[in-house]
């Protein structure tokens, strides 16, 4: 068996003759520290080794206990102990650093954070670890469905796994509004062909003053001609309500005039499919009721829902002239470069840029408009409710 430190050799005959101290006998020796390299205990000739230190002289202090404490590395004089990851068998021994080193690196006097690293090793620093995991994980579920993390962390197989929380997806607007629901009526056809044919005429300015704009009537093919009661039915619609004084043209600031297919006309009023309507680069689906629009490009088409022309709206009632009459201002406006407003006043006329097509409650169509990203904040939610209005001069 491997000891370290010098090795006192003592022949068997020498040890014999040896005279015991008799103040101190000689300490009994272990199994291992019997002679063994010929096999037989006691052969002549033969040396066996002694650990230094391991039998006590006549004379000499027994060593302290300070010495066995935690923390303190061992002496030449103290026992051998067991390392906690003991080395295969049949390796050499590690070497012995040297005195001088065992001197400087351990301290005379341990401090106790030592002494407990010493005895209990690695399970020193995993016990904070694991305890600060515990309340993170406690937190986490504790967080409820309100709280949204800034962040994902993700962590190396090295690391400890942070915990991967996912944000809480936000509230759906309730847009299922009773009054923007299309009414029940009759047919139209649902997919037109995506191009729209000019309906021929052309009429007389309306209006004497401001800015004389042009705009030619047209129709989507593919359309069923019975639904809307032919071109000319439709066209005259337009024409008429633009010609009318309680339109536009009341305001003294700008005149209209409907020219045919031959010119290039400021805007153009179009009856349009749904299907088409739907369309991204036309009015888009956003708001999932049936509306019109105006697209400004590429073409500055007004384009008028033939499914509303057909069955109207629910705040107008069964007033399909006025909601038509409606409709045509309310989009010639935009083109015109009007925004959406609310009600003024309660049970006042609504304004011809609110879109009544929804109905006439600011609440209702504020709601409806926090999924349109360019309409949030067009109209108040002030619980205020106005009345049905289809002219911007409703008084002239």
């Known amino acids: ?16 003759n040896t005279t015991r101290d008799s103040d101190s006998p000689l300490p009994r020796r272990s199994a291992q520290s019997q002679p063994a390299e010929s096999g037989v205990p006691g052969s002549p000739g033969r040396t066996s080794r002694v650990p230094r230190g391991s039998v006590r002289r006549a004379g000499e202090p027994r060593p302290s206990d300070e010495r066995y404490s935690p923390g303190r590395r061992r002496t030449g004089g103290e026992p051998l102990r067991a390392s906690w990851r003991p080395e295969a068998a049949g390796s050499p021994p590690p070497p012995l650093p040297p005195d001088d080193e ?33 309340v993170l994980v406690v937190v986490d579920n504790g967080m409820g469905s309100g709280a949204q993390p800034e962040e994902k962390t993700t962590g190396t197989s090295e690391e400890a796994p942070a915990a991967i929380a996912t944000e809480n997806p936000a509230a759906p607007v309730a847009v299922n509004i009773p009054t923007a629901e299309l009414p029940e009526g009759g047919e139209y056809t649902q997919a037109g062909a995506g191009s729209w044919h000019v309906v021929d005429g052309g009429g007389e300015q309306a209006g ?5 704009l042009t705009y030619t009537v047209e129709v989507e093919d593919g359309l069923d001609a019975a639904s809307y009661t032919g071109d000319d039915s439709f066209a005259t619609a337009v024409e008429g309500t633009l010609s009318d004084p309680r339109s536009w043209t009341g305001s003294g600031e700008v005149s209209l005039r409907r020219v045919g297919a031959g010119e290039e006309p400021d805007f153009k009023v179009s009856l349009t499919s749904p299907d088409t309507t739907h369309r991204p680069d036309m009015c888009g689906f956003s708001i999932p009721y049936e509306s019109s629009c105006y697209k400004r490009n590429p073409d500055k088409r007004v384009v008028i829902n033939l ?7 629910k705040a107008f009632s069964s007033d399909m002239t006025s909601y038509r009459q409606y409709a045509i201002n309310h989009e010639v406006g935009h083109a015109l470069g009007n925004q959406h407003k609310g009600c003024d006043a309660p049970d006042g006329l609504a304004p011809v840029m609110m879109q009544q097509t929804f109905g006439v409650s600011n609440d209702y169509v504020a709601q409806l408009n926090q999924v349109d990203e360019y309409n949030k904040d067009a109209v108040p939610t002030d619980g205020v409710i106005c009345k049905p209005n289809a ?6």
């Open 208 to 212: 004497t003053v401001g800015e004389v």
């Open 391 to 396: 002219w911007p001069n409703p008084s002239s």
């Open 1 to 16: 068996m491997w000891h370290p430190g010098p090795v006192d050799r003592v022949t068997h005959g020498a040890r014999g």
């Open 307 to 313: 499914a509303r022309w057909v069955r109207g709206a």
């Open 102 to 134: 065992d001197e400087d690196e351990t301290p005379a006097n341990p401090s106790k954070a030592s002494r407990l690293i010493s005895k209990y090793g690695w399970r020193v620093y995993a016990l904070p670890v694991l305890m600060v995991l515990t």
